[in-house]
């Protein structure tokens, strides 16, 4: 068995643990495979395992790895993690399903005249700058609500929120103010969680987990 399908079973034996112990039903998180910078001879053994949530954060490169991927694989579902510039949205449309990184009104106009053109919406998350970060993307948690209503207002598929937490500090507070926000907002999902703090994420409910090293190894 391939190091990362044993690897995907590790992670998921202890997210099924964590629920056991906390006693939530109905509850089943997703796991992306955060494949950004892995070529796709490493990535292909997951894909034929079964998975089928992958996450890329650059344009060009999922371009090149997954279009041929998809158009063979149709149960493949490609998650956009990183920076979305506006003029890049043209080509992650047709190849992405979700886009993890809304935090602008200007992206969020992009994408509404953009779908347009297809017959699938992508499904979106806000993203939100929980720690109030300078150096990080998102919006303030002050601005969600209004911003949400845009979005609904220019035929967006909202589907949760998404967060980076401050590194050094213990996510719990980040992880427990989000939940409050997307409960407020109404929606049902939230991407949070990564390889060093995914069953944290999962104590809060979150339902998409973006894990990258903690499955593939660690970056070059």
């Known amino acids: 068995m391939h190091k990362t399908i044993e690897n995907l079973n590790y992670i998921q034996n202890q997210i099924n643990s964590k629920i056991l112990k906390l006693n939530i039903n109905n509850y089943k998180p997703k796991i992306i495979a955060i494949s950004k910078t892995f070529k796709i001879d490493h990535i292909s053994p997951l894909i034929e395992y079964g998975h089928r949530d992958f996450g890329e954060n650059k344009v060009q490169e999922a371009l090149t790895k997954w279009t041929e991927i998809k158009n063979i694989n149709k149960n493949i579902k490609l998650h956009m993690v990183g920076k979305l510039q506006t003029n890049k949205v043209k080509f992650v ?3 992405f399903d979700f886009i993890h990184s809304l935090d602008n009104l200007k992206l969020a106009k992009k994408i509404s005249e953009e779908q347009k053109k297809y017959e699938n919406k992508p499904k979106i998350f806000i993203q939100i700058n929980i720690g109030n ?3 990080k993307s998102g919006l303030d948690k002050n601005q969600i609500e209004d911003f949400y209503n845009e979005c609904i ?6 589907v949760g929120t ?6 050094s500090n213990e996510p719990d507070i980040y992880f427990s103010e989000m939940k409050k926000i997307t409960y407020i907002l109404n929606l049902n999902d939230m991407s949070m969680g990564m390889s060093e703090d995914y069953l944290k994420a999962v104590e809060y409910s979150s339902t998409y987990l973006r894990i990258g090293s903690k499955i593939f190894g660690a970056r070059s």
């Open 93 to 95: 449309l047709p190849l």
């Open 133 to 135: 970060e300078p150096q």
């Open 153 to 158: 207002n220019l035929g967006l598929d909202i």
């Open 162 to 167: 998404m967060c980076l937490p401050p590194i």
